[in-house]
């Protein structure tokens, strides 16, 4: 009688070469609140020095909500520089926008889960670094190193606490 031994099958991993941005943060206060404290005073907390396009002659930053809606800056003339587009609304628990603030386009996905009743883990995932060339992913952003530097990543979680921060504040 002769004895087989199953054949070792060997798993194959795929490595994303250029993965997604990956951050998250706790807030102590109610998904809907901290969702619309992202969309309704984006201006009042976000980090416009370094993020943004016109830097100190920025003015005020917009969401508007509703799907195909702008995210967008204007400066103290007039000009509108748009940030991206809804392309998911779902208040309040995600949204998907384009992101023009790369060199070719990317797509952020922030997503709002409710874990107690004045707890929420608010997640971004930032996709679409395929659409660049490796130059371009070592390009300098707002801070120096791009997406091959971590600068994206400082970015995310810099822009999460200031979220945070001013959701926990009122």
Request: aromatic letters at 8%.
């Amino acid at each position: 009688m002769t004895s087989t031994t199953p054949r070792a099958e060997t798993a194959s991993v795929t490595t994303l070469r250029r993965p997604p941005i990956r951050q998250a943060t706790m807030v102590r206060s109610t998904r809907e609140h901290t969702f619309d404290v992202f969309v309704a005073t984006i201006g009042q907390w976000w980090p416009l020095q370094p993020y943004s396009a016109g830097k100190e002659r920025v003015r005020t930053v917009e969401v508007e909500p509703r799907l195909e809606g702008r995210v967008f800056e204007r400066w103290d003339d007039g000009t509108e520089c748009d940030w991206g587009r809804l392309l998911a609304w779902e208040p309040p628990a995600r949204l998907v926008m384009s992101w023009n603030m790369t060199p070719e386009p990317t797509e952020v996905e922030l997503t709002f889960t409710a874990l107690g009743p004045s707890l929420t883990r608010v997640a971004v995932e930032h996709r679409g670094w395929e659409a660049l060339s490796d130059a371009q992913l070592g390009e300098d952003c707002a801070r120096p190193g791009g997406y091959m530097g971590g600068a994206f990543v400082q970015g995310w979680t810099e822009v999460l606490g200031r979220l945070a921060a001013a959701a926990e504040a009122g």
